[in-house]
């Protein structure tokens, strides 16, 4: 099952509902506070939030005073539930083709949803144009590490890139195993300097309070990649 179609199935859609609310997954203790550390401050910026979900990051990002928020996904239950501001609007439609007009935007976001991409580097190639000289593309990805098992299993396969598919709710979710050197490197192809590459890890004490957490001190779980484009 794809990305674009995985949050509109019924089964998957409570499994993962019932992760957050529960607050089981890596968001709230890892990637929400990673990813806020990482990207720009917000004041003034038009913002584009890439399979925004919910709309948590884009409503954060529009209190944060980024003074419009686009946020895009592909799912029409996702979007029905997204949180409402005054500056942030939303669109469905799938990053495989969505776009935008050149140079339009100053800061392009993305929370753990470009491993759903099969085309990274068309999308990499359509965020370069779409932001304004100096513009900021900050996102977080599955680590490399965890998707690269062609089978769910021990770090394996490292170097054959493409799709994987996982049991996550329901079986056969789709998702594509790219090399930590790959993505940077499309990054830099498409005309990006790189700020940070961060691979948060819990500390003991966050183990300690959440113990669903403990496995991931093992290896990194997630990847953070901040860049600047270069004109």
Known sequence: ??????????????????????????????????????????????????????????????????????GVDASAAMLARAGAHPRVRYERADLADFDLSSASVDLVVSSLALHYVEDFGGLVGRVADWLVAGGWFVFSVEHPVVTAPLVEGPLDDYADEGPRQRTWFVDGVVKYHRTLGATLATLQQHGFSLHAVQEPLPTEAQVAAHPHLAIHRRRPPLLLVSAQVVR
């Not at 099952?1 to 499994?15: H, I, K, Q």
């Open 1 to 70: 099952m794809r990305g674009d179609e995985l949050y509109d199935d019924p089964v998957f859609l409570a499994g993962y509902r019932e992760l957050r609310r529960d607050k089981r997954g890596l968001n709230d203790e890892l990637e929400i506070p990673a990813m806020a550390a990482l990207h720009p401050a917000v004041d003034g910026l038009r913002v584009v939030d890439l399979g925004c979900g919910e709309g948590d990051l884009a409503v954060r990002l529009a209190e944060g005073g980024a003074v419009e928020v686009l």
